[in-house]
Structure formats: C-alpha cells, structure tokens
C-alpha cells in the first residue's frame, strides 16, 4: 500500500519561498509519476506539477511554470516542491499524489494514492 506523507508547507508573504517535502513508502516507484496538487477554499483540486520517477521527466500547469520546481531523491523515497515568487493565489492545501503510470500524466483521476495535506498561505 501506497503511503504518502506531506510536510514543509506553513504562512509566508508574498515573494517569499517555501519547500514541500512527500515522503513516499510502500512501493518500488520506479514505474511511477508523482504529482502535486492543490486546493483553494471553494476550488476543485487543481494540478501543479509532475515528475516520472524513472528519469526525472517533469510537467507544469502553466500558472506555477518558471517559479515552482519539482524534484526527486531516490534515495529517501522523497519528492519535493520549490516554490519561489509565491503569490496570494498560491494559498491551498497542497497535495501529494502518486500515479502508476511513466506517462507524466496531470489529471486527478490518474492519480490513485494520495497525502492528507499541508497548508500554504501566503499573505499579500
């Protein structure tokens, strides 16, 4: 069974950075994509961005692209999320997800594991 858990998320103001950690146990994830998502007050999930475990491969929706990083270590089962330039729109619970799959896929329903969530909020 797939278990992920999500840390690293907290207030900062506007501009300000922040890391996202997923520590990823239960698999080998070699053949799979994890993702991250979030989720705005009153918003669907929405998708951030994706990485394929195998080769590092990584997607972004386009409102993070150029201030968001996706990374892997292999070592410690763990997926991270830079964020740098972070706006108020960014404020949402972000998701961790993992999808068994090498496609680097972006919709929620291909995504079958997901963590309980940490809280970003960046003030204006």
């Known amino acids: 069974q797939v278990q992920l858990v999500e840390s690293g998320g907290g207030l900062v103001r506007a501009g300000g950075s922040l890391r996202l950690s997923c520590a990823a146990s239960g698999r080998t994830f070699s053949s799979y994509t994890m993702g991250w998502f979030r989720q705005a007050p009153g918003k669907e999930h929405g998708f951030v961005a994706a990485?394929?475990?195998?080769?590092?491969?990584?997607y972004y929706a386009d409102s993070v692209k150029g201030r968001f990083t996706i990374s892997r270590d292999n070592a410690k089962n763990t997926i991270y999320l830079q964020m740098n330039s972070l706006k108020p729109d960014d404020t949402a619970i972000y998701y961790c997800?993992?999808?068994?799959?090498?496609?680097?896929?972006?919709?929620?329903?291909?995504?079958?594991?997901w963590g309980q969530g940490t809280q970003v909020t960046v003030s204006s």
């Open positions: 990485i394929r475990w195998y080769d590092g491969s990584t």
């Open positions: 997800a993992a999808a068994q799959t090498l496609a680097v896929v972006s919709t929620r329903a291909a995504f079958a594991s």
